[in-house]
C-alpha cells in the first residue's frame, strides 16, 4: 500500500514532460471552448504554437483519443468529440457516486502514520500566509486525502476508478479556479472528512465527502473545470 509521500511524489512525476503538457493544452482548448464538437485536432499548428516537436503532441493526442476525449478514425484526424467540453465535470460525477462510499469503507482504517502526515499538510496549509504557497498545499492536501481513502476503501475497483479520476486533477491544478474564501470553504471540508475517517465514523465519513464534492460545484468560475 502506498504511503503517503509515495502519494504524493506520484502527484508531482504526473506532471512537467512535454506529453503532459500537450495534452494539458489540447484540454484547455476544449474546456474552454477554443476547439468544439467534430473539429479536428491540428497537431503540426499546436506543435508550433507551443514551440515543442511533433512527437509530444502526437503521443498527446493518442493519449486523449484512449481516454476518449478524441475520436479518430484510421487514417483520419483526430476530432474533439461530443461531450468533451464537460469531461471534468463528468469526472467529478463519477466521483460523487463512488467518493461517498470510498469514504465510509475507509473510515478508522487509515495508518497512524498516514493520519500524522495528513494532518501535518492541513496544518501546513493553515499557518502558509503566502497565496500561491497555501493554494500549493491545498492541492497537494486535496490529492492525498482523496487517493489514500480510496486506497483504503478495500474495493479494487472503486480505487482504480478514483485513482484515474484524481489523475485528472493534475490539469485542474494547473488552471487555478479557486478564490481564497473557496479554497478555505474546501479546506475545512477536508478536515471534515479527516477527522470523521480518524474517527472511524463510517455514516459520517460519508456525509461530509458527499457533501465536499457537490458544494465544489457552487459557485464555479469556469463550469467545466473542477
Known sequence: MSSLSSILETASEQSGSSVDLAYDEILRRIVSGE????????????????????????????RLTAEGVLNQELNRRAIVAAGAE?????????????????????????????????????????????????????????FALHTAIAEKSGNLMIRSIIAKCMSFKRFAYRIPNDLPERLDRSHREHLEILQAVQAGDADTAHAAMLFHLRSTFRDLPNDHVV
Open 86 to 142: 464537460r469531461w471534468f465535470v463528468s469526472l467529478h460525477e463519477v466521483r460523487i457516486l463512488l467518493e461517498p462510499a470510498a469514504a465510509a469503507a475507509a473510515a478508522g482504517k487509515l495508518s497512524r502514520q498516514t493520519l500524522e502526515e495528513l494532518n501535518e499538510v492541513a496544518r501546513q496549509y493553515e499557518a502558509e500566509s503566502d497565496w500561491q504557497a497555501r493554494r500549493e498545499t491545498a492541492y497537494r492536501l486535496d
Open 35 to 62: 476547439l468544439r464538437e467534430g473539429e479536428p485536432i491540428k497537431g503540426a499548428l499546436i506543435s508550433r504554437e507551443m514551440g515543442v516537436s511533433r512527437t509530444p503532441v502526437v503521443q498527446a493526442i493518442a
